[in-house]
């Protein structure tokens, strides 16, 4: 999964926010809903210009992030 294709950054977006390209849907609004339970499908259906692919995205971008911090790199 290349996240770099999927995920953007740019300040004049959310605030700078990491968010799935296209959208003004953040990696972190994806976390939560699937923290707090939503389902993947629960999310298409809520968000329809999301994609599985997507919401995977979100998860390896936030799982790359995570190793960085926990690596110094």
């Known amino acids: 999964m290349d996240a770099d294709q ?6 004049s977006i959310r605030f700078g926010k990491p968010v799935v ?8 609004d994806v976390l939560s ?3 707090g ?3 993947e499908g629960e999310i298409l259906s809520d968000f329809p210009q999301l994609s599985s692919e997507d ?4 998860l390896a ?3 790359e992030r995570e ?3 926990a690596t110094g790199f």
């Open 55 to 58: 919401i995977r995205a979100c």
């Open 21 to 28: 390209r296209g959208t003004r849907i953040t990696v972190e």
């Open 33 to 35: 809903y699937l923290a």
């Open 67 to 69: 190793r960085r911090l």
């Open 6 to 11: 999927r995920i953007v950054i740019d300040p």
């Open 61 to 63: 971008f936030a799982a």
């Open 37 to 39: 339970g939503m389902t």
